[in-house]
């Protein structure tokens, strides 16, 4: 059942789901929806009071995430969709051709999608999202390995291991602990500049595994306009979403 709670910044509409933990904690699907994981001991008001605290934080997800969620319902594997490569949108051309098996290429000026003449386009288009998501998860770990390599060596941090992964609201995260750095592989979409922001935000966290000013003092140091970088992002998530199939 959704439930609504009403904030100076708006109506926040939560699903709530109590159970036998010991913490609350607030999850934003892909499509904007809030749901309120609660301990069963928890009342209305303090679900309540701790929603109010976080609405200005859950409002901006749920928006950013929803317009993610319309940008991907719109698009299409058809010809002419652009997608992003490296902060550039490139244009996709279909061939219906004697392959078994569809295939995606890229020459540097568009995409080029080879797919079987008798094929539905359903079953093109879940086939074909998977090429696509193999081929830019192939990029950015041969990337994304590069520039690591590069800035941990000029920051003087060593991370063990890096991971390219599906992190559905996260563009990147550090294992302090363990010295590991994950990356979602969409990040390969974003300009090379940006990219390189996220690269050393997260070096940064093997210095200070937090958010404080010491921490955003040492990303300034290598990134001095980090603050641009991290806007284009929030300002193109949306764009940069590959067509839903399901």
């Known amino acids: 059942m959704i439930s609504y709670l009403q904030t100076p910044l708006g109506a926040v509409a939560y699903q709530l789901e109590q159970s036998y933990r010991k913490t609350m904690v607030i999850r934003i699907e892909e499509n904007g929806q809030v749901r309120v994981l609660a301990p069963l001991f928890y009342d209305q008001r303090t679900v309540e009071c701790f929603l109010f605290k976080k609405a200005d934080w859950i409002l901006r997800k749920s928006s950013q995430l929803k317009d993610r969620h319309r940008r991907a ?96 609201r996260l563009w990147g995260s550090c294992h302090y602990h363990q010295k590991t750095l994950c990356f979602n592989w969409q990040i390969i979409m974003a300009p090379l500049s940006v990219i390189d922001y996220v690269i050393v935000h997260e070096l940064c966290h093997l210095k200070a595994p937090n958010h404080s000013p010491r921490f955003w003092k040492l990303v300034s140091d290598v990134i001095p306009d980090y603050k641009m970088k991290h806007r284009w992002l929030k300002e193109n998530a949306g764009r940069m979403a590959l067509p839903n199939v399901e």
């Open 73 to 168: 319902s719109q698009k299409r594997f058809v010809n002419g969709q652009s997608f992003f490569f490296l902060g550039q949108k490139y244009p996709l051309r279909i061939l219906k051709d004697g392959v078994k098996i569809p295939s995606v290429d890229f020459d540097g000026r568009c995409w080029l999608m080879k797919i079987p003449k008798e094929s539905k386009d359903t079953q093109n288009s879940e086939r074909l999202k998977e090429k696509f998501v193999c081929w830019y998860k192939a990029q950015a770990k041969e990337l994304l390995a590069g520039r690591v390599f590069h800035y941990a060596r000029l920051m003087d941090v060593e991370p063990l291991e890096i991971k390219v992964k599906n992190q559905k």
